[in-house]
């Protein structure tokens, strides 16, 4: 549904519905060399951080044996975007965004790489790894929102929906293939900790291949505009704020979005805990479980254009979220690995698709001028709710076990579904 609010408006250079720089050259998405620079490089970047990702829990419960202490770790990868989220998104609508994701995954390069050093020194320690999940978090405050609002720049309107499909689906392809990659690298090494320092030094590559991918690219990320004093920062981020609050689709969607995030977030590490300690699997079946999910977040991007074509906004999320509940209740009660897998599948597909959902709607209906700062309102509340959802997860998964919690997580995904139901948010 079109935002109502902004009908009768100026158009700014460059904003979508006005025939910008990737408007004027309508092809296939396959025929863009920019884009396909641009996805290639976040494919292959999206393959190390999968690899990463499922090496992190492991890593932290193999040094310390705390639950709590992976949930606040993975809550500090969040910070940054707290502190820095609302100011990232006024400064990128400055900032050169290209170099600014330039920089950004240079930074991770350094930052994971460091990790594989230290351990061959000998010197790896937790503090060492909250440095670099502070610094990941940083970068990825700044190059999350300069992605997305850098693709309307990339290719047409039109194309914007299979633009993010294309995106998902290769993340969905990196999340089906690296955690299984993960759990071999891991697996295949003398202790848990030296294998999750091969999977450190495996991101750390993909990252330095993304930066020589966006190096390539030509087209300009952003449109022609006058920057605003520094000393007004503060006004153009309430402008961000108040564009969304101002519209009630955008509005709805922020808070749907934000307690979504907040129940998935200790989602990984329940499943990891339930998977090593409750189903007695190894760091290899760990990561195809993983790949269970990414199987299913792979799906979810063949069918969501097709679903966005057909399905309103709010009656998609509706049904989306309720049938990830269930995924995640299946999850909670699996009496074996397999039925694990399939409840894995399940709530990969309904976290991709909601996904795909809301950005495209939101990257339809943002100004480029504001598009920045629109996104990193919405994502300064999303990171804020997975750094309490993942603290709190990781707390509560020593107290009462890791089916208890993700039971208590798909409660809390179907309390939002009914709040859909039952508010303005399914007419969206």
């Avoid at 720089?21 to 998405?29: I, P």
């Avoid at 020589?212 to 087209?219: D, E, G, K, N």
């Avoid at 309904?350 to 920045?372: A, F």
């Amino acid at each position: 549904m079109e935002d109502a609010g902004g009908a009768g408006e100026p158009k700014e250079p460059g904003e979508p519905g006005e025939p910008g720089e990737a408007e004027g050259r309508e092809r296939s998405l396959l025929r863009n060399g920019d884009f396909l620079r641009l996805w290639l490089g976040q494919v292959l970047s999206s393959a190390g951080s999968g690899v990463s990702r499922l090496a992190l829990p492991l890593l932290v419960l193999a040094l310390t044996g705390s639950p709590a202490q992976a949930g606040l770790i993975a809550a500090a990868q969040s910070f940054p975007f707290i502190l820095l989220g609302l100011p990232a998104g006024a400064l990128l609508d400055r900032w050169n965004r290209k170099r600014v994701m330039v920089l950004c995954d240079g930074a991770r390069c350094l930052a994971f790489g460091s990790v594989p050093l230290v351990w061959w020194l000998g010197a790896l320690t937790m503090p060492h790894l909250y440095g670099v999940a502070l610094v990941h978090g940083t970068a990825l405050a700044f190059f999350n929102i300069a992605q997305l609002a850098a693709l309307p720049r990339v290719v047409p309107k039109a194309q914007l929906a299979r633009a993010h499909s294309l995106n998902t689906a290769s993340e969905g392809v990196a999340t089906l293939a690296s955690p299984g990659v993960g759990g071999l690298i891991i697996a295949a090494a003398s202790t848990t900790v030296a294998g999750a320092a091969l999977a450190y030094l495996v991101d750390a590559a993909s990252y330095a291949v993304s930066v020589a991918m966006l190096s390539t690219i030509r087209t300009p990320f952003q449109g022609s505009r006058t920057a605003a004093p520094l000393r007004h920062l503060h006004l153009k981020i309430l402008e961000g704020l108040h564009y969304i609050w101002s519209r009630p689709p955008l509005r709805q969607l922020w808070t749907v979005n934000m307690l979504h995030r907040m129940c998935f977030a200790p989602v990984q590490l329940s499943v990891v805990v339930l998977a090593t300690q409750v189903l007695g699997v190894d760091p290899r079946g760990v990561g195809l479980l993983f790949s269970a999910a990414g199987a299913g977040g792979l799906t979810a991007s063949v069918f969501t254009p097709w679903l966005r074509t057909r399905v309103s906004v709010g009656h998609s999320m509706l049904g989306l979220t309720a049938c990830h509940a269930l995924g995640l209740a299946l999850v909670a009660g699996a009496p074996s690995p397999w039925v694990a897998a399939a409840g894995l599948f399940v709530t990969g597909v309904m976290e991709t698709m909601t996904g795909i959902v809301q950005v495209s709607y939101r990257l339809s209906v943002i100004p480029d001028g504001l598009q920045g700062r629109v996104n990193s309102s919405y994502r300064f509340m999303s990171f804020t709710a997975v750094a309490v959802g993942a603290a709190a997860g990781g707390m509560l998964l020593e107290q009462l076990g890791p089916r208890v919690v993700l039971l208590l997580l798909a409660s809390g995904i179907a309390l939002i579904s009914a709040g859909i139901g039952l508010t303005g948010a399914r007419r969206i």
